[in-house]
């Protein structure tokens, strides 16, 4: 299959990067050395980017390749592969899954069948089966059963509850589920040598956040601090391109922050669910899909904080 691509060289808040754009709606940028960003459509999940529309990320090491989340479909996965190829011709021995959203481990099956070994947190898994059929059915309507093909249920082969940490071809990686945010088993990975942090979904850029049904607006917070702590050089988003903390602070810190200041405010005056419209949420407009998300995001933030 060809492959066409073109580089780019962007500069993002004092962050120099090159980005490689796969014709396959995927583009690769260059964190720093041996480590990657792939950088999936930030629109809606579709037939043409068969899933992917999440960032991902891979660390090449001396024994192989380290995929951080296996993309939305066993195709999708494939073109993941694609990508990283472009890159380097070593295997990818072993994926990471951050989180149980569907772009974050429904690919599993692919790398599986290549040899990869599979590490994932409890709770990431216990979300995955949770969750399983309906992202499947939900993902088949959006991307179609072509796309779908060949996508099953594959967990991870190794899980742990809180901390995982080890080397692997000269390279230290720090695995941390800090608890609930964005799904029950978000999980960052650290790269301490380097100081480049894989946030999964803790961390949106570019676009606004989406606050589901499983989500923890605080624990969120609570994961982005533990996060900010490690003051990392590179932020590699779940969504977005890698940037920095500043503008992961701005797209995704300070409007959770506000956002359940916000709902905090309505539900001590006594307002109901129905005047969440009312919080002001307007300074974050320049985000992406902001009209279509900030009202359910404060009827998600709303309900939720009642019972806390």
Same mark, same amino acid.
């Given at each position: 299959?060809?492959?066409?691509?073109?580089?780019?060289?962007?500069?993002?808040?004092?962050?120099?990067?090159?980005?490689?754009?796969?014709?396959?709606?995927?583009?690769?940028?260059?964190?720093?050395?041996?480590?990657? &960003?792939? #950088?999936? @459509?930030?629109?809606? !999940?579709?037939?043409?980017? /068969? %899933?992917?529309?999440?960032?991902?990320?891979?660390?090449?090491?001396?024994?192989?390749?380290?995929?951080?989340?296996?993309?939305?479909?066993?195709?999708?996965?494939?073109?993941?592969?694609?990508?990283?190829?472009?890159?380097?011709?070593?295997?990818?021995?072993?994926?990471?899954?951050?989180?149980?959203?569907?772009?974050?481990?429904?690919?599993?099956?692919?790398?599986?069948?290549?040899?990869?070994?599979?590490?994932?947190?409890? &709770?990431? #898994?216990? @979300?995955?089966?949770? !969750?399983?059929?309906?992202? /499947? %059915?939900?993902?088949?309507?959006?991307?179609?059963?072509?796309?779908?093909?060949?996508?099953?249920?594959?967990?991870?082969?190794?899980?742990?509850?809180?901390?995982?940490?080890?080397?692997?071809?000269?390279?230290?990686?720090?695995?941390?589920?800090?608890?609930?945010?964005?799904?029950?088993?978000?999980?960052?990975?650290?790269?301490?040598?380097?100081?480049?942090?894989?946030?999964?979904?803790?961390?949106?850029?570019?676009?606004?956040?989406? #606050?589901?049904?499983?989500?923890?607006?605080?624990?969120?917070?609570?994961?982005?601090?533990?996060?900010?702590?490690?003051?990392?050089?590179?932020?590699?988003?779940?969504?977005?391109?890698?940037?920095?903390?500043?503008?992961?602070?701005?797209?995704?810190?300070?409007?959770?922050?506000?956002?359940?200041?916000?709902?905090?405010?309505?539900?001590?005056?006594?307002?109901?669910?129905?005047?969440?419209?009312?919080?002001?949420?307007?300074?974050?407009?320049?985000?992406?899909?902001?009209?279509?998300?900030?009202?359910?995001?404060?009827?998600?933030?709303?309900?939720?904080?009642?019972?806390?």
């Amino acid at each position: 299959m060809l492959i066409r691509f073109t580089y780019i060289f962007i500069i993002l808040s004092g962050l120099f990067v090159t980005t490689k754009t796969i014709a396959s709606t995927l583009e690769v940028q260059k964190v720093t050395n041996n480590i990657y &960003a792939v #950088v999936g @459509d930030i629109n809606q !999940r579709s037939p043409k980017n /068969l %899933g992917n529309n999440a960032t991902f990320g891979f660390v090449i090491t001396k024994k192989g390749v380290v995929l951080i989340d296996s993309g939305g479909s066993y195709n999708g996965a494939k073109k993941i592969h694609q990508a990283i190829q472009t890159i380097t011709n070593k295997k990818v021995i072993l994926v990471i899954n951050t989180g149980g959203q569907d772009h974050r481990w429904l690919g599993n099956g692919y790398f599986k069948k290549q040899g990869a070994h599979i590490i994932a947190s409890k &709770a990431s #898994v216990n @979300d995955q089966k949770k !969750r399983a059929n309906h992202q /499947l %059915g939900f993902l088949e309507g959006l991307v179609g059963k072509k796309g779908m093909a060949n996508t099953n249920e594959t967990y991870a082969d190794e899980t742990f509850v809180t901390k995982h940490e080890f080397k692997i071809g000269g390279m230290q990686f720090k695995l941390h589920n800090p608890g609930p945010a964005h799904t029950p088993g978000d999980t960052y990975v650290w790269l301490p040598q380097q100081k480049v942090v894989f946030t999964g979904d803790i961390v949106y850029v570019e676009r606004i956040l989406a #606050v589901g049904s499983v989500s923890n607006s605080k624990g969120w917070i609570q994961s982005f601090e533990k996060i900010t702590a490690l003051k990392p050089s590179y932020v590699v988003p779940g969504h977005g391109h890698v940037t920095n903390l500043k503008q992961a602070t701005a797209d995704t810190y300070n409007y959770l922050v506000e956002l359940r200041q916000g709902v905090s405010m309505l539900i001590d005056q006594g307002f109901g669910l129905d005047a969440v419209s009312r919080i002001e949420q307007s300074k974050f407009s320049y985000l992406k899909f902001y009209n279509e998300l900030y009202g359910r995001n404060a009827h998600q933030v709303y309900q939720k904080m009642e019972w806390e």
